[in-house]
């Protein structure tokens, strides 16, 4: 078995009980949701599936047995603070709100104007997490961010202004629940995956994952910050996708995939991926997604508008 139709088979073999959805970009989609309609045990890493393909995804959840985890170290830190009856709703469980916290990344204290002559070397070196050269950048530009965002909204039924992001540069809060009484429940541990992986992998159980214990009178403080709009133009992009539904999200993560590459070989400023995928968001409205043929074809046309943008400004 090899390519596509490889991934999809091996993903709903009779004989797999549980399956780790760890591919990069939207190519991890279709394995993954060959995992859900085949009722697999699912550790979600790959937030693009969600991201391009909610409305169905979660649907094709709803009608077969599988049993979704999510990997991502923040969802799988929500989905810890969250009651076990969260599906009936946030509201009906006491949530005010999802806090989503991120790192902020290599360039969080960079002045805007910057920006614009950072390096892919300084873009991947990112201050608490190793991780691959892709979602580095996607980290330094939050778009990461953005995308789980859309991923927490469908993962968790919360509207976008029900997610609230929170620049947290330790990276020991992995995100928080604001329930109404008062009451904010956060997940705490260093930065490693072992952990996130370990919890899904034992779920409802728990095993030692080989992660230290977290010492916090050696952290000795946890800081907070707002995100910068001009400093991450990124993260704002991505919450009018989410608010703009549709093939909406689906067209931001292809632009942002084509944009990152470009910028990775060195082909734009790293100011201009958050302007390749305004631009493709502003030309075509966004169109309900009924099937995922919908789907695929909106990452093909925002890949053929990207392409068009580097093509017209000499890229």
Known sequence: MSGEGGLDEVAGHPEVDVVMAAIVGAAGLRPTLAAVQAGKRVLLANKEALVMSGALFMQALRDSSAVLLPIDSEHNAIFQCLPSSYSQGLGAVGVRRILLTASGGPFREFAPQHLADVTPEQA????????????????????????????????????????????????????????????????????????????????????????????????????????????????????????????????????????????LSRRIRFTEIASIIDDVLNREAPVATGCLDDVLAADRRARQLAGAWLGCNGR
């Not at 996130?196 to 095993?207: F, G, K, V």
């Open 124 to 263: 991947c070196a990112h201050p608490n997490w190793s991780m691959g050269r892709k979602i580095s950048v996607d980290s330094a530009s939050m778009m990461n961010k953005g995308l789980e965002l859309i991923e927490a909204c469908w993962l968790f039924d919360a509207r976008p202004d029900q997610v609230e992001v929170v620049i947290h540069p330790q990276s020991v809060i992995h995100s928080m629940v604001d329930y109404v009484d008062g009451s904010v429940l956060a997940q705490l541990g260093n930065p490693d995956m072992r952990t996130p992986i370990a919890h899904a992998l034992a779920w409802p159980e728990r095993i030692d994952s080989g992660v230290s214990a977290l010492d916090l009178l050696q952290i000795g403080r946890l800081d907070f910050q707002k995100p910068d709009d001009m400093r991450f133009p990124c993260l704002r992009l991505a919450r009018l996708a989410a608010e703009s539904g549709g093939t909406a999200p689906a067209m931001l993560n292809a632009a942002n995939e084509v944009a990152v590459d470009a910028f």
